[in-house]
């Protein structure tokens, strides 16, 4: 069941797993999604940790205070702090996925007082030039502009056409992920891509070196580009382990929960981490 918590003008949706006695998981979608994509995982982890699932802006049933700048990742990363504190949260593991994986480093780099671990799936730490970040920029406006003037059913045709979702595509679960991507609305998820997109965000990798939480980068080894900056995150941060999932693509936590959700476990409770 999707709850409502308001803090300073994001009034979140969320759902939870588990007693809420026990080590905090807070789940961060990426774009297009829901945070109850993460449910299957949640469900399965609900005996060692309290699983959160939070819909981000622009996303679900969260709604934002009209404001130029609430969408963007500084604005998100500190809502979410915020709303770990108003559910009496003093730290909590992360996983993410793609977009929340970025938000999620971009967590472990600017609050890691609040963070034990992080774990993140077909996640980057951005763009590392200027040029690289303007041209993604003007990508993604033309993206925003094609989904409010076409509408999501077109939209969401084209976006899983890309590559990287080919596996999924064949995934028996494939319809119910198109059937919660549409519970979206354009105009929310067109600002999302224009202040939280891969473009819009400051880049993390100069952070990479020195990042103190331990972070599990999760990727499907079918998931060529993201098995490349991954491999290379892993190479500059030494907090950080990599690992690839067999006969998966991009969306692995969706394509093969189980092996996933056991890599989640493993890492948080190792060496008494967390459970």
Known sequence: MT???EVDGYRFGWRCHGDPGRPAILFLHGFLGVGDEFDALAAGLADAFYCIGVDLPG?????VDDGPNRYRMAETAEALTRLLAALDITEAALVGYSMGGRLALYLAVHFPAILGRAV???????LETPAEQAARRAHDRRLAEALERD????????????PLFATLKAHPVFPQVLARR????PAGLARSLLQLG?????SLWPHLATI??????LVGAQDAKFVAINAEMAARCPTARFVAIPGC???VHLEAPDQVGAQIRDFLQEDGAAG
């Open 120 to 126: 993140l799936i077909a996640a980057s730490p951005g």
């Open 198 to 202: 891969t473009g819009a965000q400051p």
């Open 182 to 185: 549409r519970r979206n609305a």
């Open 59 to 63: 996303h679900g049933a969260t709604r």
């Open 3 to 5: 709850r409502a918590i």
């Open 249 to 251: 693509g991009h969306a």
């Open 212 to 217: 103190q939480v331990p972070l599990q980068l």
């Open 151 to 162: 509408g999501l059913g077109p939209f969401l045709a084209r976006w899983y056409d890309q």
